[in-house]
């Protein structure tokens, strides 16, 4: 009997396709909802990883901060102790203009 319409019966047919139809819809619907939970979670870890990134640059501004104390601590430290340095050197100076004076003295 089939052959005689060159498929099913045409109700049939129609009622097949409807529900083919209506399953595609239902899957590409599915579908889309699959790829917008997709996303949602996509979005929800770059959030993450921004707020991760956000906490990283301020640990690493509080680490600048630390070492740009530490250089001007550094540079501090080593201002004065080249005044002190030239300071030993000019007492150091002095003092042996002292002991030549101390020994013409005793000559």
Known sequence: MSDQWGG?????????????IALEESLTGKAIQWKAAIVEE??????????????SQATLR????????????????????LESRDELTNRYGR?????????????
């Open 8 to 20: 099913l019966h045409p109700i049939i047919d129609g009622r097949v396709e409807k529900q083919m």
């Open 42 to 55: 996509e979005k929800a870890s770059l959030a993450t990883f921004a707020m991760q990134v956000k906490g």
């Open 62 to 81: 509080l680490e600048v901060e630390d070492v740009q104390a530490a250089q001007q601590k550094y540079q501090t430290t080593t201002q004065l102790l």
């Open 95 to 107: 003092l042996e203009e002292i002991v030549a004076g101390m020994r013409e003295q005793h000559k």
